[in-house]
Structure formats: structure tokens, C-alpha cells
């Protein structure tokens, strides 16, 4: 099993760093810029080579580090690559002054992403997971929550397996839709976290449960 992760900034990199950790030897990793994905991977000092974004495609899982009006056209332009994959979705759709979400209430990112593309199975997860808590997803004891949805629950199931290595606490937090309500709580995060001065390193932690 290949994981491709496709992205050179904030959480490109925070991905490519926790995914090979748990599979140094099953990681894609490609930018549009190829040298930029290879100087990432050489500052890391990680054994592997950045690859195309053609080779990447191959992958089983493909993790797409991008914004939201970005990915829609990727997502659009590389359908045929994506059939019969696996697409985690991480984006929130923020507006270009983070204070409101660019989709309606009555739907999601994840969501709008699947409706493009039917015929691969859309897993969200990490919506919540800010970049710097890749590098400590522990405080004060507690793990950062990671929110797995899916409208085909055998792709939620896969992803839940492949993430178990990394070191998060994981839900199974059922259906698409249900990221409107995760991607608004992301939303609320962010502006939470600024007001007490310890944005970026938020995250989720669901009590009691
Ligand atoms: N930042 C967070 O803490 C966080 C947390 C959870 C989820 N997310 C989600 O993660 C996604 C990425 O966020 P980020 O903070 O990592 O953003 P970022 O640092 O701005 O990185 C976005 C990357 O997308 C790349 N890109 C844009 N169009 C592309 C294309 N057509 N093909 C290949 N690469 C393309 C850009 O490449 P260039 O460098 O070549 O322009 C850039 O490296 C967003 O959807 C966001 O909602 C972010």
C-alpha cells in the first residue's frame, strides 16, 4: 500500500513527517514544484525522493495538503487518476478573511469534494489537526482528536487502520455531513485560539467520551 501526500506547505509538510514516521517506505510525496518537494524531503533528511505528481497518483490513499478552491479543480482535473482510490479530505473551506466558511450551511468541504468526484471514496479527517500539532499532538497527557468521515464506511475503516500508528486519538465520527459541523468547529478554533494568544497549537479534545 503507497500514501501519497501532494503539497509542499504547512501541512504537506506536517503530514509528510508523521506518515513517515509510521511508513518510511510507503510514502509519495510530490509538490507542483518538484525541486521545492525535493529540498522538503532533503531538510528533513528523509530517505526518500519526491516524486511527479503523476507517480504520486499512484497511490492507494491520497492526501491532497491543499485549499479548498484549489483542490476543487485538482480533484476535477486528475478524476481519472483518483477512481477507485482513497481521497482524505483535510481542507476547511475558510473565506480569505477566516471568519466565515466559503460553503453554505447546508453542506460541507468534504462533501462539495465527493460530489466531483462519485467514483473515489472521500475520507475527511485532520480538519481539525492545526500544523504545528503534528509535532506534539500530546498536552498536558491528553492526545489531539482526530475526526474520520465517510460515506463508505470500508474507506473510513482503512484510513482508521492506516492511522492507528500515528499518535492521535481517533473517532470514527461517521458520514460526510458531518464535517459541516467539524469545519465550522475548526472555524471556531482558529478564532478561540488567536483571543487567548495560543494559536496555532489548538486542537480538539473531546471530554467525557
Ligand atoms: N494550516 C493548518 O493548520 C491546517 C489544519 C487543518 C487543515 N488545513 C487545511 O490544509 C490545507 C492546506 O493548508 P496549509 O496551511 O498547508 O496551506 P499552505 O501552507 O498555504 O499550503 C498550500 C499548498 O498548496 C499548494 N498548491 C496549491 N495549488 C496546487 C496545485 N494545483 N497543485 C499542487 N499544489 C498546489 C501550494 O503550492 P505552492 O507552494 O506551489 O503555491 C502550497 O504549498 C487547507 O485546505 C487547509 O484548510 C490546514
Request: cysteine-free; proline content about 5%; hydrophobic content about 45%.
Amino acid at each position: 500500500m503507497k500514501i501519497a501526500i501532494i503539497g509542499t506547505g504547512r501541512m504537506g509538510k506536517a503530514l509528510l513527517k508523521a506518515f513517515y514516521r509510521a511508513y518510511p517506505s510507503q510514502i509519495l510525496f510530490a509538490g507542483r514544484k518538484a525541486e521545492e518537494a525535493q529540498l522538503i524531503t532533503s531538510e528533513l533528511s528523509l530517505t526518500i525522493q519526491a516524486v511527479q505528481l503523476q507517480d504520486a497518483l499512484q497511490a492507494d490513499i491520497i492526501i491532497p495538503a491543499l485549499w479548498f478552491k484549489d483542490l476543487q479543480p485538482w480533484v476535477e482535473a486528475h478524476r481519472e487518476q483518483l477512481r477507485g482510490k482513497i481521497l482524505i479530505d483535510i481542507t476547511n473551506p475558510f473565506n480569505a478573511t477566516f471568519d466565515d466558511l466559503t460553503t453554505g450551511y447546508g453542506t460541507s468541504a468534504a462533501e462539495e469534494l465527493q460530489r466531483l468526484v462519485p467514483e473515489t471514496k472521500v475520507v475527511g479527517a485532520f480538519k481539525n489537526t492545526f500544523w504545528v500539532v503534528f509535532d506534539q499532538p500530546e498536552h498536558r497527557g491528553i492526545l489531539s482528536d482526530v475526526f474520520l468521515t465517510s460515506d463508505a464506511p470500508d474507506a473510513l475503516e482503512k484510513v482508521r487502520q492506516v492511522l492507528e500508528p500515528l499518535p492521535f486519538r481517533l473517532f470514527d465520527a461517521g458520514k460526510l455531513k458531518n464535517n459541516r459541523t467539524i469545519e465550522r468547529m475548526t472555524l471556531l478554533s482558529r478564532e478561540l485560539s488567536l483571543k487567548t494568544g495560543t494559536y496555532p497549537r489548538v486542537s480538539f479534545h473531546l471530554w467525557g467520551v
